[in-house]
């Protein structure tokens, strides 16, 4: 499955992508050293404003368009305020990113963003959403259940023809597990403002960790910023991953990034649906059965499974279940073909 990825950052959604086994056709990102990391990661950067790049030649060809829209109109520096200035794309992007879906047309679009902005995205982007998705559904993840050491929540909507089972939690993993730092749970959330003040500030320290306990936790006792390492690490970046640019720019990319195993997970989730289907669509093709029918059938067929699970299937596994029975699958629907033609 091919992606273009909007606000592509250093590139967390896009290792998480990718290791999911999606395909990038292009990580467009304005930040020069943002751009610069995604390029060493070998990513298809385009350094650009997205408001700049034409789209057009991509219309119809693109499987998945996955954004982060910036959000400081919901950022804790910002108070909350909302989005005032609607249109100012640094205080809010989704009303740009809704305009490129309606240009892009991709099969599935998938966005993240802080929790802060839930409400504006249930009022305002949801419903444009419905006008062109059968299934827009939004979850609220936290990465410290999707194989991050770090306590990180976010707001996740998916949009597509299928509808999706969220990912599954996995065992939560502490700061301990993952950098020797003696504190038994997640890290707090790495933030982005690692680069100012003093590391021996306690307001710092808290501002970093996001914790008043956080004093603490320095294994020397010394209250000290955790390395470009350490955060990279709680957020799941691999080791030697290539952040590019100064040290306060190479801390904003991380500290911004969506840590790809939550990324990853999602995207499994994306590709599970789309898979179980996909290859049951393909099945039926080999037996003649035209695409608009095909999809009709499916439909109907895996509604009655969701609504009246059978017994013994896991009713949150409905799309794995489904992936794993294409052969019955399609016989029962190429079967009702042949009987509504006959
Ligand atoms: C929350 S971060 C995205 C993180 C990224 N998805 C990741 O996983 O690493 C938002 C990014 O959008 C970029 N950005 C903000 N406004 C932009 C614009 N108008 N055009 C392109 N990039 C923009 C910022 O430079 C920042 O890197």
Not at 36 to 64: I, M, N, S
Not at 101 to 106: A, D, E, L
Not at 220 to 228: I, M, N, P, S, Y
């Amino acid at each position: 499955m091919t992606v273009l990825d909007l606000f592509a950052g250093a590139g967390g959604a896009a290792l998480g992508l990718h290791s999911a086994g999606f395909e990038h056709v292009a990580c467009v990102e304005r930040d020069a050293s943002a751009a610069a990391t995604l390029r060493a990661a070998g990513f298809p950067a385009v350094e650009a404003d997205v408001r700049d790049v034409d789209y057009t030649a991509l219309a119809g060809t693109v499987d998945v368009l996955w954004a982060s829209p910036p959000c400081q109109a919901w950022s804790s520096a910002n108070q909350h305020d909302g989005p005032k200035g609607a249109d100012d794309i640094a205080r809010n992007g989704w009303p740009w990113t809704l305009r490129i879906v309606g240009i892009v047309r991709p099969r599935w679009a998938i966005f993240e963003n802080v929790k802060n902005a839930r409400r504006y995205v249930e009022r305002a982007v949801l419903p444009e959403l419905r006008k062109l998705y059968a299934h827009v559904s939004l979850w609220v993840l936290n990465a410290a259940d999707h194989g991050a050491p770090q306590s990180r929540t976010r707001i996740f909507v998916i949009a597509g023809p299928r509808p999706v089972t969220p990912p599954i939690g996995t065992a939560r993993r502490t700061m301990r597990d993952a950098i020797g730092i003696a504190y038994d749970r997640p890290s707090p959330c790495v933030m982005t403002n690692e680069g100012k003040g003093r590391p021996t500030d306690p307001a710092w320290w808290r501002k970093l960790n996001n914790a008043s306990d956080a004093l603490s936790i320095a294994t020397d006792g010394a209250r000290r910023k955790l390395t470009l390492a350490e955060c990279a690490t709680l957020q799941t970046f691999p080791e030697g991953y290539p952040f590019a640019g100064r040290p306060e720019e190479r801390y904003r990319q991380v500290g911004n990034a969506v840590p790809p195993s939550l990324a990853a997970a999602v995207a499994r989730a994306v590709r599970a649906a789309e898979e179980g289907l996909g290859t049951i669509r393909e099945g039926l093709s080999s037996i003649g059965t035209s695409g608009d029918r095909i999809e009709r059938l499916l439909s109907a067929a895996v509604g009655v499974l969701r609504r009246r699970p059978p017994r013994g299937i896991d009713p949150d596994d409905i799309d794995g279940f489904v992936a794993r029975n294409v052969g019955q699958l399609r016989a029962m629907v190429g079967d009702s073909l042949s009987r509504r033609t006959a």
